[in-house]
């Protein structure tokens, strides 16, 4: 084996690897654009979190006593989709 056609082989690799490395995102001139342009909007006050055995009680509450039952006498799953949207 010729140590020109090795260097030449060796070569051909780098450079295609190389071709394909980098300038994945954008510049970084750009970085943080969005972010800049969105308008400043103050937080509003929320209702406390229940913990503890609040918590518990309320979670007991919304999914055993005040549970609606759905087709065959099962519990209504609490994020299900309409009847209409389900295709």
């Known amino acids: 084996v010729s140590t020109q056609s090795t260097w030449g082989h060796f070569l051909s690799v780098y450079f295609f690897f190389a071709s394909k490395m980098g300038k994945v995102h954008g510049s970084l001139a750009r970085a943080g654009k969005v972010k800049g342009q969105t308008p400043k909007v103050a937080k509003q006050d929320k209702k406390k979190v229940p913990q503890g055995r ?28 309409p009847a209409g949207k389900l295709g």
Request: glycine letters at 10%.
């Open 54 to 81: 609040c918590r518990k009680r309320l979670q007991y509450n919304k999914r055993f006593v005040n549970a609606t039952l759905g087709f065959g006498g099962k519990r209504e799953q609490p994020n299900r989709q």
